[in-house]
């Protein structure tokens, strides 16, 4: 039998929906990329890394489909990573974050990921929102991606 690597992505769960986020725990993590793009290698590397420690120390939530892997680019040479956890962990670099989030299902290609920031401005726009700022939670791996033959990303909005 194969091991789940990527839970099976609900779109329905997520598209459209609003979240009001109280203190959402994570520990965060960031990378040099250049202008948004960052190195498969390292990104690999950090992923991995926070991940295992995560794992290590209990932190990560059962419930796989409820886990967030967001991206965030403050720069164009700098992403940061965010993984969800229940606690804090110690050693790492834990951070809370609140807001009212709108979220939206995409899927596509990473380049396509500025075509969707644009489609996604109108979107709130048609609704008399406007985003402050962007995190990305990637669905699946590349692997996965290709196993269930869509390359999903949930790109949520900060308003």
């Known amino acids: 039998m194969e091991e789940e690597c990527c ?14 986020w109280k203190e ?6 960031s ?18 890394r926070i991940c295992s420690v995560a794992e290590k120390e209990k932190k990560v939530s059962a419930k796989k489909d409820e886990v967030l892997l967001l991206f965030r680019d403050p720069s164009a040479f700098k992403s940061e990573i965010y ?25 596509g290609p990473y380049k396509a990921v500025p075509k969707f920031i644009k489609e996604f401005n109108e979107y709130l726009a048609n609704n008399g929102k406007k ?20 390359n999903y990303m949930i790109i949520f909005a900060e308003i």
């Open 31 to 48: 990378m040099t990329t250049l202008f948004h793009i960052p190195l498969s290698s390292v990104l690999t590397k950090k992923i991995t």
């Open 83 to 107: 993984l969800s956890v229940i606690d804090e962990i110690p050693g790492e670099e834990n951070v809370k974050i609140s807001g009212t989030f709108i979220a939206k299902v995409y899927s």
């Open 7 to 20: 839970p099976k992505f609900d779109p329905k769960k997520w598209d459209e929906k609003t979240f009001h």
């Open 131 to 150: 985003a402050k700022d962007y995190y990305i939670h990637y669905a699946y791996c590349p692997k996965c991606a290709k196993k269930y033959g869509d």
């Open 24 to 29: 959402k725990k994570f520990i965060r993590d």
